[in-house]
């Protein structure tokens, strides 16, 4: 089936920004304070995953028990934590190619958007200073269901007034990979194919991608 690409939504993290170090750090942080260790490939399970289910799976690694009360209050000082690492982050922190792959949609009037499940995303493109990037940023504060369901980006095509069958998304996750598929829009992995093998086309980063090239591959 072929594409015709109208506008572009992009996950946040592992596409424009890495902020998966940072919550690796905290969630670690967290492991370490309940008394077991957390490791790098634990950290692989947590990845596109809601912050609830998150401290489920790191309470499993660990096999602790905590009171609905408890559970609360460590994913409150886990998002603490996390939040002062980003607090940290700059415009050096944005991966390789993606501005220019913004900047190259911008010059040919292609609108984009963010959807990103991350309640902390406008206060990261604050920091990165993108802010003023998007014509929509859709984030964990506007949605109600997780990816792979496709509302994060159906929101984004909804709010740029283009069908959703006119959208590329690039999606780093799996999960949201099957959220781009969901949603009928033409979907770019980013990252390794064994992984995202499911996407229409995957890319190592958006520094493999141009707009020109995006429009051919969509079209064949």
Same mark, same amino acid.
């Given at each position: 089936? %072929? ?5 572009? !939504? #992009? ?24 008394? #077991?260790? #957390? ?10 995953? +809601? ?13 602790? %028990? ?32 993606? @501005?220019?792959?913004?900047? @190259? ?10 959807? +990103? ?13 993108? @802010? ?8 964990? %504060?506007?949605? +109600? &269901?997780? &990816? ?10 909804? @709010? ?42 995957? !890319? ?12 051919? &591959?969509?079209?064949?």
């Amino acid at each position: 089936m %072929t594409h015709i690409i109208k506008a572009c !939504i #992009f996950d946040l993290d592992g596409v424009i920004v890495d902020t998966a170090k940072y919550h690796f750090l905290a969630w670690r942080r967290l492991a370490d304070e309940l008394g #077991f260790s #957390f490791t790098e490939q634990d950290n692989e399970r947590l990845k596109g995953v +809601s912050r609830v289910r998150s401290l489920e799976i790191l309470l499993e690694i660990g096999d602790l %028990t905590l009171s609905p009360e408890e559970q609360e209050a460590a994913a409150a000082r886990k998002n603490r934590w996390y939040v002062e690492y980003i607090d940290q982050m700059d415009r050096s922190e944005i991966l390789p190619g993606a @501005e220019e792959f913004l900047n @190259e949609l911008n010059d040919h009037g292609i609108p984009f958007a963010l959807g +990103s499940a991350s309640k902390n995303a406008p206060r990261i493109l604050r920091r990165i200073g993108l @802010e003023n990037a998007f014509a929509a940023v859709i984030d964990g %504060t506007k949605v +109600s &269901k997780a &990816k792979p369901d496709p509302e994060v980006f159906l929101l984004g095509a909804a @709010e740029m007034g283009i069908p959703a069958e006119n959208c590329a998304v690039f999606e780093d996750a799996e999960a949201g990979v099957e959220a781009g598929l969901r949603a009928g829009m033409y979907t770019v992995g980013v990252g390794e194919p064994e992984v995202l093998g499911k996407a229409h086309r995957v !890319i190592p980063g958006l520094a493999a991608v141009t707009w020109e090239d995006l429009v051919q &591959k969509a079209q064949q």
